[in-house]
């Protein structure tokens, strides 16, 4: 089946770093990523939805210049935290779909756990 | 706009008991997803189902069960016989064309605890 390879698992960074995370699809095309956040004990909130070759779209709320997605070729798509803070700590989660398939597409990473301190 | 809504934050059952996890969504497309997915606390998201809106057929699937009701916009999950295993958070989710990119809205996730 599908997999979706996120790296790395765990980070921690020193505040005013950066920091970047990685998502490969190994056996398919990822025409469309997406990138999830989660604080301790809510839900999968939609940070950029990205489609290869092309700048990512942003939710509402979600600093462009501070989560930089970068989505250039159709297996790997990254996500970089810029000068990350504390309250950038968070569980960050990468999803991709085959654009073949619309329905079943969606394969998600393990996730990437940052801590910044 | 899309919106899946998950009105138990956390339940507790004592194992093997059964246990039914609730799903509201709305939508105003007529073609449509709903998904459910388990994340344990390691983190990362088990896929368990998916159903498009033009098939209301009841799913088992070993312990899980599925019930999805068009009229009242509801996809329900029954774990049956519940384990110390099934202890998780559980997400449902919706996907539609309303974004355009056809991405997911997770509800808030209900967490399970099954008690030994």
């Known amino acids: 089946g599908a997999v979706v390879s996120q790296h790395p698992s765990r980070v921690i960074c020193k505040s005013g770093t950066s920091v970047k995370i990685e998502c490969r699809s190994l056996?398919?095309?990822?025409?469309?990523m997406f990138w999830y956040r989660q604080f301790p004990k809510q839900s999968l909130m939609l940070m950029a939805t990205s489609n290869e070759g092309s700048k990512a779209t942003y939710e509402q709320g979600v600093e462009k210049d501070k989560f930089l997605i970068n989505h250039a070729s159709l297996t790997l798509s990254t996500l970089t935290v810029t000068s990350a803070h504390p309250e950038d700590s968070s569980f960050y989660i990468c999803s991709a779909r085959d654009g073949q398939d619309r329905a079943n597409g969606y394969t998600f990473g393990s996730g990437t756990r940052l801590t910044v301190v | 706009a899309q919106k899946v809504t998950q009105a138990q934050t956390e339940i507790s059952v004592v194992e093997k008991e059964d246990v039914t996890l609730d799903c509201v969504y709305e939508t105003r497309d007529t073609t449509y997803y709903l998904f459910w997915y388990k994340q344990p606390p390691s983190g990362e998201l088990v896929f368990l189902i998916r159903?498009?809106?033009?098939?209301?057929q009841n799913e088992i699937s070993g312990r899980y069960s599925w019930n999805f009701q068009k009229s009242t916009s509801s996809f329900n999950f029954t774990i049956t016989a519940s384990q110390v295993v099934d202890s998780a958070v559980y997400f449902c989710?919706?996907?539609?064309?309303?974004?355009?990119?056809?991405?997911?809205?997770f509800g808030k996730g209900t967490k399970l605890s099954v008690i030994p």
């Open positions: 989710a919706l996907s539609d064309s309303g974004a355009g990119s056809y991405q997911l809205t």
């Open positions: 056996d398919f095309q990822a025409t469309t």
């Open positions: 159903r498009n809106s033009f098939d209301e």
